[in-house]
């Protein structure tokens, strides 16, 4: 095993925003994701505060343990040290630093994701809600019908324009730019009920544009909107509970899928997932209830 090397090297302070400004401007990632990255150094910056020099193997130690005292979630935590081992790595690859102190240091488990999802008298209520023919509830039902029933993220619908609704062989399809990708070309069907619900509120809608928009103005909706406007609907149907959020609607559409008959092909193309393990992630939630291993310890020792 390499001895780990303790000795940190020398850059002035006033370089080091630089050069996170020139480490973030060469990724080849997502908008997303170079944003998220900037914020989670510019915590590393403040932690450093004016100081010369780059962290030794201990004090990135040190600032792991800062940072999950800030009562940060594993997630947020896990991202801001993969942020400055990604950015000490770029500094070693360069030659600017002798090498990468942060290399050594153990990530942050982050807890498996729960997929929780609605149970079916929960989304009845959701699809009985009582909408009137304002524009806003129009609006607002299309949202959530479209979440509820094709899975989309909030991102994908608040990012939908007019123009992405195609047809296809008598069949409407809503196409929409996937988590990591750059173009528009994955897409839901939408349904005759889904289709019904988007089609009665784009009846006084501009001809082009964004999809989903403000009441009063034609300002597309921003994610934080979407997500606000599904929060309102479960509280209205008395879906409350804490590990319900609107991104549950996402899981729950998968989840129903699978129930309805779906196989893992089709599950994992509606929900746009690139890796198969994830969407057969959600046929093992739904066996381990529905067949538990539990009951055969039954049935072989009491035949029943």
């Not at 153990?106 to 023919?133: I, Q």
């Not at 991102?155 to 047809?167: G, L, M, N, T, Y």
């Not at 609107?246 to 092909?265: E, Q, V, Y």
Request: contains cysteine; positive net charge; charged residues 25%.
């Amino acid at each position: 095993m390499r001895a780990v090397q303790t000795q940190p090297t020398q850059i002035s302070a006033v370089d080091l925003p630089r050069l996170v400004n020139d480490f973030i401007a060469q990724l080849d990632l997502s908008a997303t994701t170079r944003r998220a990255y900037c914020s989670g150094l510019k915590k590393w910056l403040a932690y450093q505060n004016g100081s010369s020099g780059l962290p030794d193997t201990r004090a990135v130690v040190a600032y792991k343990r800062h940072l999950q005292n800030q009562n940060l979630s594993n997630y947020s935590t896990g991202l801001c040290l993969t942020a400055l081992r990604m950015f000490l790595e770029y500094l070693a690859v360069n030659g600017m630093i002798a090498y990468n102190p942060a290399q050594a240091v153990r990530g942050v488990k982050r807890p498996k994701s729960r997929r929780a999802s609605l149970t079916k008298d929960e989304a009845d209520r959701l699809t009985a809600l009582p909408f009137t023919h304002s524009r806003k509830d129009r609006r607002d039902k299309a949202i959530v019908w479209l979440r509820l029933f094709t899975g989309l993220r909030a991102v994908s619908i608040a990012r939908a324009d007019i123009s992405d609704i195609k047809q296809k062989d008598q069949i409407r399809l809503l196409y929409y730019r996937g988590k990591g990708q750059d173009f528009k070309d994955s897409f839901v069907v939408l349904t005759p009920r889904v289709w019904q619900a988007l089609e009665a509120y784009l009846k006084d809608a501009a001809d082009q544009g964004p999809l989903f928009t403000a009441v009063n103005s034609y300002n597309r909706l921003s994610t934080r909107a979407v997500y606000d406007i599904t929060c309102r609907a479960l509280e209205k149907a008395m879906i409350i509970r804490n590990d319900i959020q609107p991104h549950s609607l996402r899981h729950t559409a998968i989840t129903f899928s699978i129930l309805g008959g779906a196989d893992i092909a089709q599950a994992q193309q509606m929900a746009g997932h690139h890796d198969l393990e994830t969407t057969a992630g959600y046929f093992h939630d739904i066996r381990r209830t529905a067949d538990p291993a539990e009951n055969h310890i039954e049935t072989y020792l009491l035949g029943k």
